[in-house]
């Protein structure tokens, strides 16, 4: 088993930055990928972004440029640096665990953006 925690989050305005953070604990050593998906109300989830263990970067064309993820594998913690925020970023950030056994999420974390 894996537990994800995220932290950070929050409002902001338009234009303005935010960073939110994941740490998992547990089974860690069975983690591969770590990465964010979103969900805004009416909406379905969706990828934003993803790290390998080796670093390897995937970005949703909405957020390339703009967002930026970081991992510390000491740590197993992952980081979302968000910049140049857009009120249709606005959704609650949920962590992922890609592992060996399987996949596991975090709660989410709302993230507001105010046009």
């Known amino acids: 088993q894996v537990q994800v925690v995220e932290s950070g989050g929050g409002l902001v305005q338009a234009g303005g930055s935010l960073r939110i953070s994941c740490a998992a604990s547990?089974?860690?050593?069975?983690?591969?990928?770590m990465g964010w998906y979103r969900q805004a109300p009416g909406k379905q989830r969706e990828l934003v972004v993803t790290?390998?263990?080796?670093?390897?970067?995937y970005y949703a064309d909405s957020v390339k440029g703009r967002f930026t993820i970081s991992r510390n594998n000491a740590r197993n913690t992952v980081y979302l640096q968000m910049n140049s925020l857009k009120a249709e970023d606005t959704a609650v950030y949920l962590c992922w665990c890609g592992t060996t056994y399987g996949n596991f999420w975090g709660q989410g974390t709302q993230v507001t953006v105010s046009s």
């Open positions: 547990g089974s860690i050593f069975s983690i591969n990928t």
């Open positions: 790290i390998t263990d080796g670093g390897s970067t």
